[in-house]
């Protein structure tokens, strides 16, 4: 009798050969929520907790995808392969997973000391750090390889997730620097910034060298699907990130460079405020083309896919960026616009993960 009346339930098995590097981007939108969250210039009542909270959160998304993604690739090798060489319109998701362990490891130093103890988490940072950044050139190089001599590409119908792979070692310059305060000093620590700044410069002049390819393809032959719509927010990536790092170059600079005299650091701070503040510009522009452009797709019924992460990332990286000229300029408009950017990030992360647990839930997205 008990066992007639109890509820009936189907367990679902995940398709795990679906589960591909994609799905990093919700590691990495959940990262830079809390990791943002702690940056802000603006106190809230509650933020380092929230902040905490968003931070572990990912952490756990993280250890969940590694096992996922392990399995994936013992299983389902084929598919694997096939993904990444032959299939350009997946490959280039590779460049998210170097991205969602650089934010976490940096999560881990700013805000998970409370949660895993100061040493510990110091020592993830740095373990995330190094993996991340060894991942990301890998991919900076491997991507652009694959897509020259092997993949069949069209420069017409090029679009903004082709930046993924050269935007991965820019988010390790923006986050290395955080590691030289606990370098020895001298050469570790100078060996770490300058790393940070070639990481930057390749990153940059790589995306300055596809972006208008990305932007000329858009505009012979749109985006090929309703659902790539939130794509368009990734061009915003690169341009908060390289904001972010030309201000953490500029801290570091009197530690890793002590001998360089108070002017060098000054000057530092004078060329990412002018420099941020020139790029930040042109991301509003760009901001408010991708805003108009998802509100006309979702009107016209654009349906929820794991391209909506793509909301998340890049706006976040417009926070920490803008978060950055607030701290060394000391102007309130950039703490409100960090403000207002970061509810925008908040709203859009709390859009995506609910929509992703939920099309997790019915077995829609696996």
């Given at each position: 009798m008990a066992?007639?009346?109890?509820?009936?339930?189907?367990l679902r098995t995940p398709d795990l050969s679906r589960l591909g590097p994609h799905w990093y981007a919700a590691v990495?939108?959940?990262?830079?929520?809390?990791?943002?969250?702690?940056?802000?210039?603006?106190?809230?009542?509650?933020?380092?907790?929230?902040?905490?909270?968003?931070?572990?959160?990912?952490l756990l998304m993280l250890a969940a995808l590694?096992?996922?993604?392990?399995?994936?690739?013992?299983?389902?090798?084929?598919?694997?392969?096939?993904t990444l060489l032959a299939d350009p319109s997946a490959a280039v998701f590779y460049g998210c997973p170097p991205m969602a362990l650089?934010?976490?490891?940096?999560?881990?130093?700013?805000?998970?000391g409370p949660v895993l103890g100061e040493p510990a988490a110091l020592a993830l940072d740095a373990l995330l750090w190094t993996?991340?950044?060894?991942?990301?050139?890998?991919?900076?190089?491997?991507?652009?390889?694959?897509?020259?001599?092997?993949?069949r590409l069209s420069a017409l119908e090029?679009?903004?997730?082709?930046?993924?792979?050269?935007?991965?070692?820019m988010v390790s310059a923006a986050l290395g620097p955080a590691l030289v305060p606990h370098l020895p000093a001298g050469a570790p620590r100078q060996a770490l910034?300058?790393?940070?700044?070639?990481?930057?410069?390749?990153?940059?002049?790589?995306?300055?060298?596809?972006?208008p390819v990305v932007l000329g393809g858009l505009l012979h032959s749109k985006l090929p699907a309703l659902v790539l719509t939130p794509s368009l927010f990734l061009v915003l990536g690169p341009l908060g990130q390289s904001t972010t790092a030309v201000h953490q170059f500029a801290d570091a600079l009197p530690l890793a460079l002590p001998g360089a005299g108070p002017g060098a650091g000054a000057a530092a701070r004078a060329l990412a405020e002018v420099y941020g503040v020139t790029v930040t510009g042109f991301a509003l522009l760009w901001l408010a083309?991708?805003?108009a452009a998802n509100l006309r797709a979702l009107r016209a019924g654009m349906p929820f896919a794991m391209t909506w992460w793509a909301f998340t990332f890049p706006v976040g990286t417009l926070v920490t960026g803008t978060t950055a000229l607030a701290r060394h300029t000391g102007f309130g408009g950039f703490t409100a616009l960090a403000a207002g950017l970061y509810l925008l990030l908040l709203a859009a992360w709390a859009v995506a993960l609910a929509r992703t647990a939920g099309g997790l839930r019915a077995g829609r997205l696996l």
């Open positions: 066992t007639l009346l109890a509820p009936r339930t189907t990495m939108g959940t990262a830079i929520t809390g990791n943002a969250a702690a940056a802000l210039p603006v106190d809230v009542p509650g933020r380092a907790a929230f902040a905490e909270a968003v931070w572990t959160l990912s590694l096992a996922g993604r392990a399995v994936h690739l013992t299983r389902h090798r084929e598919q694997a392969r096939h650089l934010a976490v490891g940096y999560g881990a130093l700013t805000v998970g993996a991340g950044t060894a991942y990301a050139l890998a991919v900076a190089a491997g991507l652009p390889y694959l897509m020259v001599t092997r993949h090029a679009n903004p997730t082709w930046l993924l792979p050269v935007v991965a070692p910034l300058y790393g940070c700044v070639a990481m930057f410069g390749a990153s940059l002049l790589a995306t300055l060298a596809l972006l083309v991708a805003l």
